[in-house]
């Protein structure tokens, strides 16, 4: 996953950005010098963007808004620590849930041409100059060949089966090519290099290589293999895909195909708890977001909202030791996305889940712990979170402040300093 910069936050509400920004700034020590809080996200007593203080200052509106918001994500969080304790004791003893049933109607092809059968490999000559190659996807409903990027063109300076052989797969554009030998004589055999529809192309420029994907026909090559993509079912479900290997066919779970028919696929439970995790964790995330916009409950008092935001980010991405080679979400596919919620590369989590079980398991348990104690400082009824409402319920019944009668109580632009910035690297 690529890292992104701590000042470009774009994707986020600006009341958000602007305190996540600040919560990453390094705090001032006693001597003058500078230091970062410590990078474990529990690691402070104290709820990051406590501010008792700065919501006095907002008047009787932004207060009943905030009232509003912060019971609302009180709720939602009692919610996630619930599911996220329920995903690190499903993630500490994994089991088997059960296999897929996949029904496979095609597998995934390779173009292939050859041509005519020739006595002598070395004395027969498809003619000179340059051959060329564009490549291409194919409609397997319609049989129509769509061009991608542009064509490349191949030298061809001898016009022998050997000579064009060398010629293509000295050009290296994604095509090769050998003399077969067959029924009594040979014959020039060329193919692409991967499978998939969108790995299809047409050849032009020699009379005795002319070929167009979508009139075969029509060519002096004989198509005898075509580029498609695997087709094939999930519970009555159609799906595609451009390869045989690292087929998905559920969530962290994929197949290899090798031929048509049906498959029952195992799966394990911890990725279905991974899946779960995720969908917490960017719930809470999604609705941090949308109070903290422009129109939201907390627009104008986001500071406990940014310091959960944050803190629960600042867990997804931290290192945990788990006996292997995995010490990070990143390590089975997970990142964090400009918005803050994770997504994942579910091909990388079934390689890890293949390779080392035990240190996803491990990982994902810990994980799972580490998001949950990152926000539990705010939930409760000592939280920071109730704290807050209570503060924001006495603004209410006494009345406009002091700050509503001079002009206005103040934007969101304040908050506590500190704590890791490893989320801020990747929101962009």
């Keep these: 996953m690529k890292a992104m910069s701590t000042n470009t936050v774009s994707a986020l509400p600006t009341a958000l950005a602007g305190l996540l920004k600040q919560y990453a700034a390094p705090s001032q020590k006693g001597d003058g010098t500078t230091a970062q809080t410590a990078a474990n996200p529990a690691a402070s007593p104290l709820s ?51 296999s897929v049933e996949v029904e496979v109607s095609r597998l995934a092809g390779v173009q292939t041409l050859v041509t005519s059968l020739f006595g002598d490999p070395d004395s027969v000559s498809l003619g000179t100059g340059t051959l060329t190659v564009q490549m291409g996807e194919m409609d397997g409903e319609t049989g129509a060949f769509t061009a991608l990027g542009e064509p ?66 029509t060519s002096p090559l004989t198509l005898t293999g075509e580029a498609a993509d695997a087709l094939y079912s999930i519970d009555g479900t159609e799906f595609v895909w451009p390869s045989n290997a690292g087929v998905p066919v559920a969530f962290g779970t994929t197949a290899a195909f090798s031929e048509t028919g049906a498959l029952s696929v195992p799966r394990s439970t911890l990725s279905e708890t991974i899946r779960k995790m995720m969908a917490s964790f960017n719930g809470l995330q999604q609705a941090i977001v949308e109070m903290t916009g422009d129109k939201g409950e907390l627009a104008a008092n986001a500071n406990l909202a940014a310091g959960m935001f944050k803190r629960i980010g600042d867990a997804a991405m931290a290192e945990y030791p788990t006996g292997g080679d995995l010490s990070t979400l990143a390590g089975i596919g997970i990142g964090v996305e400009k918005d803050g919620a994770l997504s994942i590369d579910q091909s990388i989590l079934a390689e890890a889940l293949g390779k080392d079980p035990a240190s996803v398991q491990s990982l994902v348990a810990q994980a799972a712990k580490g998001m949950d104690d990152a926000i539990r400082p705010y939930l409760g009824s000592r939280g920071a979170i109730s704290s807050q409402v209570t503060v924001l319920g006495s603004l209410l019944g006494r009345g406009s402040s002091l700050l509503d009668y001079l002009g206005g109580g103040s934007k969101a632009t304040g908050g506590l300093a500190g704590g890791a910035t490893s989320l801020l690297s990747a929101l962009g």
């Excluded at 009787?60 to 009692?78: F, H, I, K, P, V």
């Design 152 to 217: 490349a063109g191949i030298v061809i300076a001898g016009g022998s089966l050997n000579d064009i052989a060398q010629s293509i797969n000295d050009s290296r554009i994604g095509l090769t090519a050998k003399v077969v030998e067959s029924g009594g004589g040979f014959e020039l055999e060329i193919s692409g290099q991967d499978t998939g529809a969108a790995k299809a192309f047409a050849l032009s420029g020699l009379a005795e290589l002319d070929f167009d994907p979508s009139r075969p026909d």
């Design 48 to 98: 990051l963007g406590r501010d008792e203080a700065y919501s006095l200052s907002l008047g009787s509106t932004q207060s009943g808004s905030a009232m509003l918001g912060y019971t609302r994500l009180a709720t939602l969080g009692a919610q996630v620590d619930g599911d996220l304790q329920a995903v690190a004791t499903q993630a500490a003893s994994p089991g088997s849930a059960g």
